[in-house]
């Protein structure tokens, strides 16, 4: 205030009440007192509003400040406030529904949406953890559209029961900086999973046949069809994972995999007749169970 003089006649002019008077969308006046005032110098004053306990929304503010004489001078500000204190909501969803509690065939299934009331949500963070070796992985996404995201795949064992089954947790944050933390339980199988009945074989680190000349241990199909009903021929690339709980390393078509790795493999299915392939430990002296896995995420 220009008129506040810098002697013993200050207070005569002082400028010593504040207001600000918020309006929502709704033409909703609330007016607040200020939460501290700081003297800069005799004539200039600091003042700060708290509106952080009004709900989200979008206000137009309106500042008043009136001096000893009732003399008020009033200010509107040119921008709207935007405020944001509401988290961002998020979903987890398979098939529609949320996946909370189901069998999630495909991690490619799942989808992740975001909404927010007022500010741009995003992702900051998503783990999956759990499952039969009790596992816990950070995953990555993409878009798949605008607040629709989808994960990328984590090499993971099945879980088909409740036991092992995974736990997702997603962290997302608005614009305002809001976080929601959103869990999901589900047990899980890949989509177009083909399960073999367990091999016995013995300790020995090598391919054994029997008399008869087939392997002791392998891996037999039938003809596997893809999508469109045609026979998978030919060479096909996948990946050969050996869960980290395994009792010994696992060898198959050339490639040994030690517990809790994975490695490339090429697999000839030839004319589309089957495949047998010998399986055996990587080496000798090992009693006990090793689960693996043989995926192929894009067949030729």
């Known amino acids: 205030d ?3 003089t810098n002697d013993w006649t200050t207070y005569m002019w002082a400028t010593n009440i504040f207001n600000l008077s918020l309006k929502d969308t709704s033409n909703k006046v609330t007016t607040l007192s200020p939460k501290s005032v700081a003297v800069l110098n005799y004539q200039l004053k600091q003042v700060t509003f708290d509106y952080s306990k009004l709900p989200s929304g979008k206000y137009t503010a309106t500042g008043a400040a009136t001096d000893t004489y009732n003399n008020t001078a009033e200010l509107k500000l040119s921008s709207t406030i935007l405020h ?8 987890i969803i398979f098939e529609g529904k949320p996946a909370d509690g189901s069998l999630v065939k495909g991690l490619e299934n799942l989808v992740i949406t975001l909404s927010d009331d007022m500010t741009k949500a995003s992702l900051k963070n998503i783990t999956l953890s759990g499952g039969p070796t009790s596992d816990k992985v950070s995953v990555g996404w993409y878009s798949q559209g605008t607040d629709k995201y989808g994960l990328n795949y984590p090499r993971i064992f099945p879980a088909t029961d409740d036991a092992s089954s995974y736990l997702l947790t997603v962290v997302a944050m608005d614009e305002a900086g809001n976080a929601t933390t959103k869990t999901s339980r589900f047990r899980y199988v890949p989509n177009n ?26 891996l037999r199909t039938n003809s596997i069809r893809k999508k469109d ?23 198959m078509n050339g490639v040994a995999v030690v517990p809790g790795d994975s490695k490339d493999i090429t697999i000839d299915f030839g004319q589309g007749d089957g495949v047998l392939i010998p399986i055996f430990p ?3 002296g090992n009693v006990g169970e ?4 043989i995926e192929l995420p894009q067949i030729q």
């Open 282 to 284: 990587a080496t000798s």
């Open 193 to 218: 999973l083909i399960e073999f009945n367990t091999i016995k074989t013995l300790a020995v680190g090598m391919g054994l046949k029997t008399s008869d000349n087939q392997p002791l241990a392998y």
């Open 2 to 4: 220009s008129d506040v």
């Open 84 to 91: 944001d204190v509401t988290p961002p909501v998020v979903g």
């Open 290 to 293: 090793s689960s693996f896995m």
């Open 229 to 251: 009903g045609s026979l998978i021929t030919g060479a096909q690339t996948g990946t050969l994972t050996v869960r980290k709980d395994a009792a010994f390393a696992v060898s």
